[in-house]
Each structure stands twice: as C-alpha cells, then as structure tokens.
C-alpha cells in the first residue's frame, strides 16, 4: 500500500502497519503508545522490558530517519505496572520515528504513527516533544503538561468533510493524573509553527498574544489524528530552551539538545511513573 498515493486509504496502511508490527514483535495488541520528542528518549527504557524492536523504516508508511540514527526504531515494551497474575500484561508501543510536517513528506506521514497506534489496540497515545517557552520562570529541562494548542500550520491531517470536535483534546483526565504523580507539573497552550526555522523574536511575542506558552514544531497535527482515530491524548513539552526574544541570547542548537539531555533522568521517570498509572 502506498501511503503518498491520494487513492490509497491512509487508515489501510496504518491497518497494514499494525499487523506488521503484531508480527514482527510478536504482541497482538498495544495497550498505549508513546512518541518520544526532543529530550524524551530515554522514557522507554523505565516503563519496563523491551520486547523488541523493530526498525522503522522496515514498517509501512513510516520514513526512514530525517536525522540518521536518530530515533529510528519502533519499540514494543512489556509494561512493569502489572503484579504477576494480575491478568494480562499492558504493552506500550514506542514510536521513536516522527515525521515532521517541515520534512514536507505531508501531512499522512505526519499522522501514520497514532494512526497506527490506534490500528494496533492502543486506547491511549502520549505526544512528547521539545519546544521553547515563552515563561521566563520555565528554565530549560521544565517539563510542562500541554492543555491545547493554536496551529498555525495551516495544515490538517485530516482530509475531506471529516468534522471533528477538538474539545478537551489534551485530555483533562490524563492532565490530573499526571498530578497525581508530580502535583507542581506546570500547563501551558502550545503553538505549532511550521518550521524549520525558529520564530523570530516578533512571533514569539504574537504567540503570547494568541494565548500560547509554548512554541513547537510537531504534535498538534498529530493530535488531531489521534484524536479522529479515537485516542485520548495526553500532550507533555519539555522546555529546551527560551523561546527567540524571551531571553536575551539567541538560540543555540547545543544548548537545546543539552538542556534535554540533562533533564532526561526526571522527566523519564515522570513520563514512566504516569504511563504506569
Ligand atoms: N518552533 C520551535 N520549535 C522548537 N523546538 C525546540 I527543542 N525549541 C523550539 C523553539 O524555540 N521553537
């Protein structure tokens, strides 16, 4: 099946996917998906046993890595939530390929990893990312609950007179679970620019006034996918860096891929102790 083909259905190959993913780790069905961002990848290995890992690229629909090496596999993980004998043990299907909608490779890419998610069982999805904050209190390393966003993207991953509601998308539910587990966890809207570029020092302060906190270049996309797929959403920013204008230094690509680097620890052990929950 090929995905970039207008003919095809983009929920047939997320359908393919699944059954190839079911086959090549050997679990039926995925009980939560994770996307891991900028700064999130070291999650996976604290939710519990790997129980394989499958190359991206070798699943239909998903692109070989933008960044090489980055990212580039999709792992299935037995949860550890479960006392032995409690039932049947929760698996989580960690997706460390995105595609951005700034690869221009379109929006069904963009969307094929929850699409897929959805296709293999999962009932929930948790969307991570990286992205600048427009809260000079946000050092880098916060992590912070998305409650919604503002695209401004201009795009959709939806095609067609497909009408979905977009109320409590980040879902409140999840939101108060989460503080549950950490109850200082900050909330903030976050703004989807297109990118690749950073936003000027003028953009940052419109996403300001537009409502925003947080300023990104993924995610909201793919809720709106996830959510049309029928998912709950939980949404989490890890802020790498003052977003352009907030401080007075500009952005330093280092200093971002260090700052999630450094918070890697705290914020794995979050996203961990939630997903078990
Ligand atoms: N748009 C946008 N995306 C980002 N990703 C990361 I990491 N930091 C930023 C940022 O400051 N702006």
Same mark, same amino acid.
């Given at each position: 099946?090929?995905?970039?083909?207008?003919?095809?259905?983009?929920?047939?190959?997320?359908?393919?996917?699944?059954?190839?993913?079911?086959?090549?780790?050997?679990?039926?069905?995925?009980?939560?998906?994770?996307?891991?961002?900028?700064?999130?990848?070291?999650?996976?290995?604290?939710?519990?046993?790997?129980?394989?890992?499958?190359?991206?690229?070798?699943?239909?629909?998903?692109?070989?890595?933008?960044?090489?090496?980055?990212?580039?596999?999709?792992?299935?993980?037995?949860?550890?939530?479960?006392?032995?004998?409690?039932?049947?043990?929760?698996?989580?299907?960690?997706?460390?390929?995105?595609?951005?909608?700034?690869?221009?490779? /379109?929006?069904?890419?963009?969307?094929?990893?929850?699409? +897929?998610? *959805? #296709? $293999? !069982?999962?009932?929930?999805?948790? %969307?991570?990312?990286?992205?600048?904050?427009?809260?000079?209190?946000?050092?880098?390393?916060?992590?912070?609950?998305?409650?919604?966003?503002?695209?401004?993207?201009?795009?959709?991953?939806?095609?067609?007179?497909?009408?979905?509601?977009?109320?409590?998308?980040?879902?409140?539910?999840?939101?108060?679970?989460?503080?549950?587990?950490?109850?200082?966890?900050?909330?903030?809207?976050?703004?989807?620019?297109?990118?690749?570029?950073?936003?000027?020092?003028?953009?940052?302060?419109?996403?300001?006034?537009?409502?925003?906190?947080?300023?990104?270049?993924?995610?909201?996309?793919?809720?709106?996918?996830?959510?049309?797929? /029928?998912?709950?959403?939980?949404?989490?920013?890890?802020? +790498?860096? *003052? #977003? $352009? !204008?907030?401080?007075?230094?500009? %952005?330093?690509?280092?200093?971002?891929?260090?700052?999630?680097?450094?918070?890697?620890?705290?914020?794995?052990?979050?996203?961990?102790?939630?997903?078990?929950?």
């Amino acid at each position: 099946l090929d995905i970039d083909d207008p003919a095809t259905d983009p929920f047939a190959v997320a359908q393919e996917a699944a059954a190839q993913l079911a086959r090549a780790t050997g679990v039926a069905r995925h009980d939560v998906a994770l996307v891991l961002g900028s700064g999130w990848g070291g999650a996976a290995d604290l939710l519990g046993e790997t129980v394989a890992e499958v190359p991206a690229h070798e699943i239909t629909g998903f692109s070989a890595p933008a960044v090489a090496g980055h990212g580039a596999t999709i792992r299935s993980i037995r949860l550890a939530d479960r006392e032995e004998g409690d039932g049947e043990p929760r698996h989580a299907l960690v997706l460390g390929s995105r595609t951005h909608y700034y690869e221009n490779k /379109g929006v069904r890419r963009v969307a094929h990893g929850v699409r +897929t998610a *959805a #296709a $293999a !069982g999962a009932r929930t999805v948790v %969307l991570t990312n990286g992205c600048g904050g427009l809260v000079p209190e946000w050092a880098p390393g916060t992590p912070v609950l998305i409650s919604d966003h503002i695209n401004l993207t201009a795009a959709s991953p939806l095609e067609g007179a497909t009408f979905v509601d977009l109320t409590d998308l980040y879902s409140s539910r999840l939101r108060d679970l989460a503080r549950t587990v950490d109850d200082s966890l900050a909330e903030g809207v976050y703004v989807q620019f297109r990118g690749p570029h950073y936003e000027t020092p003028a953009e940052v302060r419109m996403a300001g006034v537009l409502g925003g906190h947080l300023v990104g270049m993924s995610t909201s996309l793919e809720a709106i996918a996830a959510r049309q797929a /029928g998912l709950e959403i939980l949404g989490l920013s890890l802020v +790498t860096n *003052a #977003a $352009a !204008g907030i401080s007075p230094d500009p %952005l330093s690509h280092e200093e971002v891929i260090e700052a999630g680097r450094a918070a890697g620890p705290r914020i794995s052990a979050l996203l961990a102790a939630i997903v078990g929950k």
